[in-house]
């Protein structure tokens, strides 16, 4: 007579793709996060120190010839109105950054929970939702932000709000389908068979396996929030002078580049290289691989 034995199943089949490419990032970093680790790092210093450091106040004249070359106690020359542009730089990067930041950050968590709760309620709740996701996200972010600015004007709380207005339905879009993916495996629907609440479902089972997919998400979307800042300031919707961003600034000192000054082109840099740390630092953490060994094959 023969007997049947039940094999317990295997956990490393139980566990989503999150996790098990989480496996992956325990390894030593590839070059291409390190380059994108340093540039951040950069870029945090400056945040944090760079007022500290600048020789002048933002708004401070130090010339009466806009466009000088370097000059005394100017590294990188002035702008359109005389002004020292390493100071301006300085001064700007950290409303530029943590504006970005705190804008990406509010949009994020909302779109987040958002998604989260289409996913796991399904239902007529993820149909409402996903037509309002598909509505928002057909609003172009431009003509969005001039009619809100038209309205209530441009500040920093209506920018940081219409920021996150813009991000939160792409973040929504994004994490109902990694939630939609992960709620399918077996460890999930046994939390379910017991009876957990939907909020202990999506707190303890699958926000934890999907830290790695939105935190890449987060990063390409904080890189659109400093390009997106950026556009609105260069058409004049963003910050108002005296205030300093990047944006701005390649604005105020677009006239230059007619004359050979690169007042515009440093801001402008500083976005671009900004842009490129963050987007090696997604790639990693999206499972990517390290794209410097591809270039030297």
Not at 112 to 119: E, Q, R
């Amino acid at each position: 007579m023969k007997t049947q034995t039940n094999s317990a199943p295997d956990p490393a089949k139980a566990e989503p793709e999150t996790v098990a490419t989480a496996s992956r990032a325990s390894g030593p970093l590839p070059l291409s996060a390190r380059v994108g680790l340093v540039i951040l790092a950069a870029y945090a210093f400056v945040v944090i120190l760079g007022p500290s450091l600048a020789p002048y106040s933002t708004g401070e004249i130090i010339s009466v010839k806009a466009y000088s070359p370097q000059i005394e106690g100017a590294f990188l020359g002035t702008d359109a109105l005389g002004r020292d542009l390493l100071s301006r730089m300085l001064h700007g990067a950290r409303l530029t950054i943590l504006l970005a930041f705190a804008a990406t950050a509010l949009g994020f968590v909302g779109g987040v929970v958002v998604g989260f709760a289409a996913a796991e309620i399904r239902g007529w709740f993820d149909d409402v939702i996903t037509r309002l996701i598909d509505v928002f996200i057909s609003i172009p972010p431009i003509m969005f932000a001039l009619l809100v600015i038209a309205g209530i004007g441009s500040s920093i709380p209506s920018l940081v709000g219409i920021v996150a207005v813009v991000q939160a339905p792409r973040v929504a879009r994004v994490a109902r389908a990694v939630a939609m993916d992960i709620s399918v495996f077996d460890f999930v629907e046994v939390a379910r068979a017991r009876g957990e609440s939907i909020w202990s479902l999506l707190q303890r089972e699958i926000l934890p396996n999907s830290i790695r997919p939105l935190a890449a998400d987060f990063g390409l979307r904080f890189t659109y929030s400093i390009l997106y800042l950026a556009a609105l300031s260069f058409l004049g919707l963003g910050i108002q002078p005296p205030e300093s961003d990047w944006g701005g600034m390649v604005r105020e000192n677009l006239v230059g580049l007619y004359f050979g000054a690169l007042a515009a082109l440093m801001p402008a840099a500083a976005i671009a290289l900004l842009t490129v740390g963050i987007n090696l630092v997604c790639d990693w953490l999206a499972g990517g691989r390290d794209s410097s060994r591809e270039l030297l094959r």
